[in-house]
Structures are given as C-alpha cells and as structure tokens.
C-alpha cells in the first residue's frame, strides 16, 4: 500500500518482523545511555538522566558565598570606646 501524493510507502509486516525492529530500536537507545522503564505490554518507554551542569552549579555557589563573604569582610567594622579618666588636680 502506499499512500498517494505522500512520497510515504507504507506496508505490512508481521509479528515476528515488528519484535526485530522493536528489539533493534531498543538496543540502540540502550547504547545511547537510555534505560528501558516499566513494564507493560505494548508500551515502551526509555528513559535517560541528564547531569547537572557544574557551570551553573559553580556560578550559584558563587552568588551566594561571595556576597556572604564580602559582608562579613566589610560590613564588620570597628566599635570604638574612648574613656578618660578624671584628672587629680
């Protein structure tokens, strides 16, 4: 069969040719790092786990630890008390 004006062929193929095909595309997304989740017939479902980015992580580390140092360093100041003792005369 192929549908008309598409430029799609389409065509029928069995039971034993779909496990094959559905076998090859699993195995090739296991090889890209996606593992397979759940367990139900007829549906398949990959799934791949992304890492956080360690330039972000690092630059929001940064936006809070920097400030917090920079206070502690300048906001601190001096307290200065002056006492005179009376003078005997």
Not at 30 to 38: L, R
Not at 60 to 69: A, N
């Amino acid at each position: 069969m192929s549908a008309k004006g598409s430029g799609v062929v389409t065509r029928l193929i069995d039971d034993k040719e779909l496990e094959g095909l559905l076998a090859s595309i699993g195995a090739g997304l296991v090889t890209q790092g996606f593992m397979p989740q759940g367990n139900v017939p007829g549906l398949y479902v990959y799934e791949k786990r992304k890492r956080p980015s360690i330039v972000i992580a690092i630059l929001l580390l940064l936006l809070w630890i920097i400030p917090g140092i920079v206070y502690l360093v300048l906001a601190g100041g001096r307290e200065v008390v002056r006492s005179e003792l009376p003078s005997c005369r």
